[in-house]
């Protein structure tokens, strides 16, 4: 076996070049034996599984404790509301100094901001309702849900007015405007973004 190697190498190779050869012939099947580590697999971060309404709500995150809400402290709130009032639509509060009619251009603009306006902050008042207990009252929204406002009265009191079957006053400044709840029926996050119809008056 030795004499086949030798002789291969002796027809193939020159003399002068052999030990170079035999060497590097033995040092790359030496590194072709070793095996490669195996890279190491990163595990993907796992994403956070986002609370459902219904978890959060079991969990009760919103939840307003009903004696700690005071009246005085959601004043602060309204003297917010009313300088966001004055940004959500160019020239609105200009608009509102000029009530226009049914009929002009304006009078849509107007509507739409209004129906799309985030209320946690403003004073509200409660003109006709099914449920009878909640008509008269007044107070400043602190909390505006899909279906509800939770407006805290000058008593301290925080009640909870359902917008589906309610008729509401918002007092803006010296004026006050006439919304039904029907139109308001949707989160905040929600309106913003919703095409209102300002046309359509629900039955009450």
């Not at 599984?49 to 602060?76: I, M, N």
């Not at 602190?142 to 007092?171: A, C, H, Q, W, Y």
């Not at 905040?188 to 629900?202: G, I, Q």
Request: contains cysteine; charged residues 30%; glycine residues 4%.
């Amino acid at each position: 076996m030795e004499e086949k190697k030798n002789t291969f190498m002796s027809n193939l190779v020159k003399p002068d070049e052999r030990e170079d050869c035999i060497y590097s012939a033995k040092h790359f099947l030496s590194l072709s034996c070793k095996q490669k580590p195996k890279a190491k697999q990163t595990e993907k971060p796992k994403q956070r599984k986002k609370l459902s309404r219904k978890e959060v709500k079991e969990l009760g995150l919103y939840a307003l404790p009903p004696d700690t809400v005071r009246y005085e402290d959601a004043l602060k709130l309204h003297k917010m509301w009313c300088g966001y009032y004055d940004t959500l639509i160019p020239s609105l509060a200009g608009l509102m100094d000029d009530i226009p009619i049914v009929t002009e251009a304006r009078y849509n603009t107007i509507v739409a901001g209004l129906l799309k306006a985030d209320y946690h902050g403003a004073k509200i008042h409660i003109v006709r309702s099914k449920q009878s207990s909640v008509v008269g009252m007044k107070g400043i929204v602190v909390l505006d849900t899909k279906g509800t406002f939770k407006m805290v009265s000058k008593d301290n009191k925080l009640r909870t007015i359902p917008k589906n079957d309610s008729v509401f006053e918002v007092i803006i400044r010296d004026k006050m405007v006439t919304i039904f709840g029907k139109h308001l029926n949707a989160r905040p996050a929600e309106r913003c973004v919703k095409k209102m119809k300002t046309f359509s008056f629900p039955d009450l």
